[in-house]
Every structure is written in structure tokens, then in C-alpha cells.
């Protein structure tokens, strides 16, 4: 449908396909590197490639519309309709030449020089930068976004959620100023962004050698660690607290390609995440999507190896020994047969030299994507590919490092901007990126559970693995739930720098009918309308049994039922769960129910249990005068496989238990719930989820609010578009 209406206006020009070349095709198809004898660098390549036209017959267009194997771009997502319609238009259009001369072709420099600033009176440097880039480009200045979705903005991107709703938007310097200064709340928002890129997944737990970096990471977020220094700790880590788990990797359990080899994943982690480059394909033969060799990757590998490595190309071993060499070798190297600390030092300088300006770029580039929904370069993990203001990123990756490798100097920086204060850019993307304000940006999936929480109070527990309190935590720090890996959240077992939070059926299904948001509405209702009775303690708490057994003890005096809880942790297969409460005992009186055989590890005689299916509640009544109820509580020894994993928890009630709350309870929540009347309920779920005032017709429509209708009426605000995206 887009073609017709393509046609009939203007034929695009030469400047809007070529975008689209060199963001998605000039990677592999440039002059130095021809993949296929290609070249789309300039008109007088391209248009060998296409008859001016006629795109049906044109070879290029077959190429990107699949009609002929391979599709291009190989090995990557296909081009969106909108840029083969832009294409296709170019080239029915008779494929003319640029309007004006082509531009001095783009080629990146490790060199890293401040650009001079525009004169002007402007008092940001950016803003300077940015100006002359509108006035370059033909675009009007934009407008600014109103004080109140900066305010909104702001929040989200410092702290992971909104305003509180008595705030009144004032100086935005000062927000950001206060907001980066409180260490606890920057480290909850900008957390989930390296634990992305540093594949670090709190909450799960890690089998082999993969080792978590969490605490690590955490107390450099909260110093504003300067990030060569944090670069440096992660390629060389020495000291006893140090992440050592970057480097170490996955790794997979059986037989695997040589390419995911953990010292071959070091050296993919490192070139994509701190460099922007993508070497995946080149770990396994020489790359289809960029000029990286099978050797280059072999050669950053091996600074990480306290071995020789051989190359294996496709799996298959080559006889040939990697020579230890870094990416740019201008910059230095190592020799092979140096030490592991010798060459993983090396490494470390390497990577953070004044002369590689590379690292700073990328970083600089990653953190305007998180503010702006959109890089400077794209995509993100090709740094080779041109920005659309190689000033800007320059003059602020120099910025960067004379301000001592700052992050949040660079956070400071961008977001005082007059370019932070635009209004959102909602227009329908083109083929050909200009820069007119930040993107709407749809909330992380931590941002949505963490601004969910906070407003009903209904927070996710972090359990202790040993008997005893849990506490209410951010959602980051817990394992992902279904709708948490719906709205975006990966599973870290791979380096993250993109996250996929496009609109799915999958995320539609959990908001609208998942158990985790429908339980956390259902609670979050009732606590708003105080009508949530606080949950019973558990009298006896076993803590997480795998192989182990508890003895479980219990003060039954003035009680006249148990009831004894069988909960799933986080078993492989619970279904296949075998376990029980084994001699099971009052000091008076019998335990009456349904009694097994059930053998635990190391016990050779089977004894009797009281056993049910995962999870479960028995309730048992306590004879006339026992005092207390003893029990030996575990797993089965036919369960103590690993396809089945176990890994269960029994509990002792002395009342009803709530199913959603049974850890005892320690301390505050991170965001203390504010309570307020009735009356004023509405007005402040509104001004809290939305940031202004319910319409007299939004209020119409709720009408008196009970638990139901509190119910839907927070249903209606989570799943609207004015809460999902920061604009």
C-alpha cells in the first residue's frame, strides 16, 4: 500500500536510499571489503546493482525482497516495508544521481578530537552542535515538551519511576542534579542496563562456572566508578571482590561450537560491548556482515587465553595457532606466549587508551539510545556505520573522557540539554533518519513492575535461600517473571545491548490475562481501599531444600489446626516431585492423613510421610493437649535427578495462610506506599500513573470505587499508552 502512494510524490533521492545502505548494507557491501564483488558506497556502485525503472527487474530488488536466495542483508532482520518502498520508488523513478555532490565517504577514526563549537550564544555546548544541525538539514528548531512530561522524563530515566504526584515541575537542572545524586535510586534505574550488556542476571541461580557480578556492579553504580577504571576491572580483575564472572562466561552444558568457547565469548562480549563491534560470525569464519576475520577474533580471544588456541573454522579445526592481536593493532599488543595476567593487563590498558576513541564513542552512544529511543550511530553494535552528527558524538565522547571518564557527568550533560527538553519525535519513522527530538520510549519492564508496585504497594519479595525474612525489592533484583520477559527483560545467557519491547500477543496476553499482574492488581485494590488483612507468619520455616533434610519443631499450644505448606522454589520439573513431612508427631495425640513411604539420601530404611503433589496445603487438627509437632521434612531420593532439580519449601501455619504471602516480612519497601482518603483516591492514581488530572469524564466513567472497580480502574491506567511510554 505504501508503494503507490510513494509514486505518486516526489521520487525519493539518491541521499534517503543511501541512508538505508550504509545503516543496513555498507557493513559488508563497501570498498573495502566488496562482499560478493559488491560495493554500495556511492550512486555510480549502486546503480550497477538496479535498471532505472524498473525495480521488478532489478537484481538489488530481488535481493532485499527475498525473492532470490540469499535475502539480503544476510544474517540480519530483513528491511522494513517503508525502506523497500523508499528503494523501489528510488529506482522506478529512473535511480537519480545525489542533488548534490556525494559527501567524502565516511570512515571512522580511533582518534578522538573535540569538533570546534558553532559560534552562537547559546550557553550549552550541545546545544550550539545542535542548532547547526538543524540549519544544516532545512528543520525548523522543535519545540520543548511541557514541564510536566520533562519532569515525568526525567524520573524515569534517573530514578526507574515517576514523580510522586505532589511534585510540582520546577528546574530541571536542579531534578537531575538531586535525582543523580541519590546513589540508591540511579543504581535501581541504570542497573538493568549493564546487567543487559554484562549478560548478569540477579535472582538466578548460575550452574557451573558462571558467576554472578552483581555486588560488584551494584557498588560501582553507587560510586560513579569512572568508567575506564570499570572497563579495566572487568578485562583484569585482581582483587578478591572483582567480577570475574564477565570474563568466565556461559558455560553450556554438553558438547558446543567451538566459537562459544568461554575465552571465544570473552572476546565477543568485549569487542561488541565496549567497542560496537559484532563478532559473532567472525568467531566461527571470516564475517558476512562486516570486514572482521576469523583470525581477528582468534587474535582478541587470545588475550584471555593462558593457552594457545587453534583455529576452528565452521567447527573444524585449521592447525593453525591464533596469534594474540587486537582489533586495531596500531594501538599495540602482546605477544601469544605472554602470561594470562600479563595479556589480560594488556587487554585492559588496550581497550581504555587515550588514543582508542572508540570506547568512549560507544559508551556515549549506548547512553543517548537509553535517553532518546534512538543512537547517534545505528545500530548500536556497529560503530562503524556513520552517525547522523558525527559532531555531536565526537564533542561529547571528548567531553567524556576530559571530565575523568564520568558517566554521570555525561548523563548530566546530554539531559541539560535543550535536545533532552524536545518534544517527542512521534512521527511515523523514515527511511532517512533527522533528528527532531527524542522517540517514545515504552517503559522497561522493570520501570513498569517497579511504577506498579509503588503505586499499590504490591511488592515482588526477595527470599532468603535459608530459613527466615524476606524483604520487598525492586524488580530487578529478583528473577524475571513471565510478564517481566514478556515486556522485554531477557534471559541473560547472551549480551544484551538491544531490547525487544516491540507491542506482541505475548505481552498483550500477560497484561491482559497474566497471573502476575492480575494478582498484583487484585492485592494492590484492596490494599488502596485498606480492606487487605496483613498475612499470618509462618510458625516453622524449612528454607529451600534440594538433597537435605529439616527438622521442623513447632509450638502448638492454643492452636487447633496446622496447616503444613508445600511451596515449589524453583524446581526443573515440580510435577515429578516427590516430598514429605516423615515422622510426622505430636507429643500427644496422633497425626492423622495419608501416609507414604518416602527414602531420603543416604537412608537406606523408607520411612512414612505425609506426601502431596507440588504445591500444597494439608491441614491437620492438634489433639487435646500436645504442646508441640515435630517433623523431618524432604525430598524423595527417586526425585534427586537433574532433569528434575527440587528444589521446594515447607511451611507451618498456625492460621489460614495467603498463598501470595507466605514469607514473613522485614523492613520498609523501597517506595513507601502513600495512603490517602477515598475521596481523593482517583485524583491521585492519576496524577501518580499519569502525571496530571482525571477528566471529569474519566471520572464519570469509574464511578464509585470498590474493589472491583478500583480493580479495572487500575487495569485501565497500566495498559493505556499514556502510562507505557515516557513521551
Known sequence: MFLPLLLAAAVPDFAQVHSIFVARCTSCHNDAVKQGGLSLETHADTVR????????????????????????PMGSSPLTGDEIATIAAWIDGGAPGPVRPEAARWKPSLELKAPPLPPGEEPHPLDRLLRAYFEANHIAPPA?????????????????????????????????????????????????????????????????????????????????????????????????????GFLIGVNWRGDINASQKPVMQAAQNTAQVFLGIN??????????????????AYGLASFFSDEPLQLYRCDAPTGQIAQ??????????????????????????????PENGRTPRTLVNRVWRQLFGRGLVEPVDDMDAQPWSPEILDWLAADFVEHGWDVKHLLRRIMTSRAYRLASDGAEPKASYLFRGPLPRRLSAEQFADTVSAITGEWRLEIPRSAGKARMARDWEIKSTPLGRALG???????????QNQPTTLQALELVNGATLAAMLQRGSRRLLGELPDAPEPLADSGAI?????????????RKRLWLVLEDVDSYDPSRVKAGWVGAAFDKGEVKGAWTQIAFKGRTTPSEALTAVLPSTMVIEVPRGATKFTATVGVDESSLLSEINPRIRFFVFGEA????????????????LMHVKKKELLDH??????????????????????????????WALFLSPEFQYIR
Open 546 to 558: 534440594n538433597s537435605q533434610t529439616a527438622a521442623i519443631e513447632v509450638d502448638v499450644r492454643g
Open 324 to 353: 594474540a592481536k587486537f582489533l586495531y593493532p596500531e594501538l599495540g599488543g602482546v605477544a601469544t606466549d605472554a602470561p594470562l595476567a600479563v595479556k589480560r593487563e594488556q587487554a585492559a590498558k588496550l581497550f581504555t587508551q
Open 279 to 296: 563478532l559473532k560470525c567472525n568467531s566461527c569464519h571470516d564475517s558476512f556482515i562486516n570486514q572482521w576475520k576469523l583470525k581477528d
Open 144 to 244: 520543548e515538551t511541557t514541564p510536566a512530561l520533562l519532569d515525568r522524563r526525567i524520573h524515569f530515566d534517573l530514578s526507574g519511576l515517576p514523580p510522586p504526584p505532589g511534585e510540582k515541575p520546577g528546574d530541571a537542572s536542579a531534578l537531575i542534579d538531586r535525582l543523580l545524586a541519590d546513589k540508591q535510586g540511579y543504581t535501581h534505574q541504570w542497573i538493568s542496563f549493564w546487567n543487559d550488556l554484562l549478560r548478569n542476571d540477579p535472582g538466578v541461580i548460575y550452574h557451573g562456572d558462571r558467576k554472578p557480578i552483581t555486588a560488584w556492579l551494584e557498588k560501582a553504580l553507587e560510586a560513579n566508578m569512572p568508567y575506564d577504571k570499570f572497563v579495566r576491572t572487568l578485562l583484569n580483575p585482581l582483587a578478591k571482590d572483582d567480577p570475574e
Open 49 to 72: 546493482t538496479v535498471t532505472p525503472g524498473s525495480s521488478a527487474k532489478s537484481p538489488l530488488m530481488a535481493r532485499i525482497r527475498g525473492d532470490k536466495a540469499p535475502r539480503m
Open 685 to 714: 492514581l492519576y496524577r501518580y500513573a499519569l502525571g496530571r488530572d482525571v477528566t471529569p469524564e474519566e471520572r464519570r466513567v469509574v464511578g464509585k470505587l470498590d474493589a472491583a472497580s478500583l480493580e479495572d480502574t487500575l
Open 657 to 672: 495462610p495467603d498463598p501470595s504471602r507466605l514469607y514473613a516480612v522485614d523492613g520498609a519497601a523501597p517506595v513507601e
Open 489 to 499: 527483560r531477557p534471559i541473560r545467557d547472551q549480551v544484551f545491548t538491544e531490547r
